[in-house]
């Protein structure tokens, strides 16, 4: 798979000039019959900030999106942009731009046609409207490619057509729902970095829905991770993965160790014969209690130990890391990831001795 064509940085264009607007959700709630798709949603996005809504099926995190885009109305609750309450405003009013996972392109506009059609709905003239599809065609890569049709674009080159024409108003606000599950691994990953160069360049402020973890956490300036209508915790992309706030979180963004452990006095436990801080936030059980703890698997240490408590099941092979699952002498097993380097040291049948990086550790509820 080549690489994605070089861009005219926007620098050089018209583009710069744009400012992203202020979102924010207060105490939004949607009520689907018996069901509450979103429950006192409470979430400011600021000026030219990407956040990505993260989360599972049916978790509320397209009903946000939809809500802000003005295809819904809430049941309770206010949707604001600039301070401006648009929670009633018909879509075509609020001056968003929208990314579908579908591509939603016009299959008989060309490239060039359907970046321009929004221009067109605006009553922009036909030589303005041009000019200014072009310069987006030429920002993502496709100026070579404005007079072909839908069905003569690869999945990511119509995407990237898409994206221009959401573009082409110059929306306050960019809105992206799940626009990469439908393209290969490859293509995701290069389209997922230029839509984030682009948008920093614009400064758009920019919702973008997903399941996808990578995603969220290579892209978002902030991430928020939503449950059963509810937001767990919005925070930058580190914050959330290294010092999550609820086990839910902790689970849903990355891989966790589940290890039998017991408190102690001083809020700390007991866990594989090391004593280690806990990251719980509110009240810890009094020493003497048998818990749930929750480990990444970059935090266990490996080192091949002839008499070692554990033994090599099986190395996968992840690129720059290799996942290594362990069978410990009661029966458990446990994940480590350890550097590619030393999958010879850690081939299968290999035992080991173990311990943890000194670093708090979440209690699983």
């Known amino acids: 798979m080549s690489s994605l064509p070089v861009t005219t940085p926007l620098s050089e264009s018209s583009f710069a000039t744009q400012r992203g607007a202020t979102v924010e959700y207060r105490g939004v709630r949607r009520v689907f019959g018996a069901t509450s798709a979103l429950d006192g949603l409470d979430l400011k996005i600021e000026p030219g900030e990407l956040l990505a809504l993260l989360g599972p099926s049916g978790c509320g995190k397209t009903t946000a999106l939809r809500l802000l885009a003005g295809f819904d109305t809430p049941t309770a609750g206010d949707v604001l942009v600039d301070d401006k309450d648009v929670s009633h405003t018909p879509a075509n009013k609020r001056d968003m731009g929208m990314v579908f996972q579908s591509y939603s392109l016009f299959p008989t506009m060309s490239a060039i046609d359907n970046v321009g059609f929004g221009l067109r709905m605006r009553g922009q003239g036909t030589r303005d409207r041009r000019d200014r599809a072009g310069e987006l065609l030429d920002l993502v890569g496709l100026s070579e490619h404005a007079k072909k049709y839908p069905h003569q674009l690869s999945g990511g080159q119509q995407q990237r057509v898409a994206l221009a024409r959401a573009l082409a108003v110059r929306p306050r606000v960019l809105l992206l729902d799940e626009p990469l599950s439908a ?82 006095e001083g809020g700390r436990v007991r866990v594989l014969g090391q004593v280690l801080p806990s990251d719980a936030e509110g009240a810890v059980p009094p020493a003497g209690v048998e818990v749930d703890v929750l480990v990444r698997p970059e935090a266990v240490v490996l080192h091949p130990a002839p008499d070692g408590d554990a033994v090599v099941m099986v190395s996968t092979f992840r690129g720059s890391s290799v996942r290594i699952r362990l069978a410990l002498r009661d029966g458990s097993e446990l994940l480590a990831d350890v550097a590619s380097h030393r999958a010879g040291e850690l081939a299968a049948g290999t035992h080991v001795s173990l311990s943890l990086l000194d670093r708090p550790v979440l209690l699983a509820t």
């Open 183 to 264: 393209l290969d691994a490859k293509v995701r990953e290069q389209l997922r970095d230029e839509i984030r160069r682009i948008q920093l360049e614009l400064g758009v402020t920019t919702v973008f829905v997903t399941h996808d973890q990578e995603e969220a956490l290579s892209m978002a300036d902030r991430v928020g991770v939503m449950r059963a209508g509810k937001l767990e915790q919005c925070d930058a992309p580190a914050v959330l993965y290294d010092r999550p706030a609820t086990p839910f979180v902790a689970e849903f963004v990355g891989t966790m160790n589940h290890i039998p452990g017991r408190t102690e």
